[in-house]
């Protein structure tokens, strides 16, 4: 999304911190993360987000905050494309040598995409698929995969136990946007 566009700044921070440190917003800390256990977290995750979907209004999951915030709608669109993209990105960093991995601007696919007049209930359906399928691809990997690598457009180098722990924060960080908690206590390895 251009800046301003639909009020909405654009998100041009490098979130790679999170793998370092705990983020003050959620509070998770991803370092605490079994990367084994992230499938499971991926699942719990879209369960909270269908019950969120399912207990309010369309009215209310299409109202924002303020001007400068997602609504529970669009960032549950958000949350479903992320799960498909990095579903495409494990399977590339599973199958091919370091990967890497071209620009996405989440933004304009927002404006794109027109995630503010999606239909909820279709939403939801989508993102539990997507949160099951990548799931399952993370409960696939086993033994040496783990330290195979892939890389971001910037040039930012994961394994697919990083790209799994800077993964999860993701969900659970915009289900603290969206609800204001706290996330749950998280496997540790």
Not at 52 to 67: G, H, Q, V, W
Not at 99 to 109: C, E, G
Not at 139 to 145: F, I, L, Q
Request: glycine share 6%.
């Amino acid at each position: 999304m251009s800046a301003g566009a639909a009020g909405i700044v654009p998100d041009d921070k490098d979130w790679t911190w999170v793998l370092l440190r705990p983020c003050p917003e959620c509070g998770l800390d991803t370092r605490t993360v079994d990367p084994r256990a992230v499938g499971a977290l991926l699942r719990d995750n879209a369960a909270a987000w269908r019950e969120l979907l399912s207990d309010r209004s369309d009215e209310s999951l299409r109202a924002r905050p303020d001007p400068a915030t997602w609504s529970a709608l669009e960032y549950a669109c958000h949350v479903r494309d992320v799960f498909r993209l990095y579903d495409e990105r494990l399977r590339l960093m599973l199958t091919r040598d370091g990967p890497h991995y071209p620009n996405w601007d989440q933004d304009a696919t927002a404006v794109e995409a027109r995630y503010a007049e999606q239909n909820p209930a279709h939403v939801c359906a989508e993102l539990l698929e997507s949160a099951a399928a990548l799931a399952d691809s993370f409960d696939e990997v086993d033994g040496d995969a783990w330290e195979r690598t892939g890389y971001r457009s910037d040039g930012a180098a994961f394994t697919v136990a990083t790209f799994a722990r800077y993964l999860v924060h993701d969900p659970i960080h915009h289900l603290h946007d969206v609800r204001g908690d706290r996330p749950p206590a998280v496997p540790a390895g």
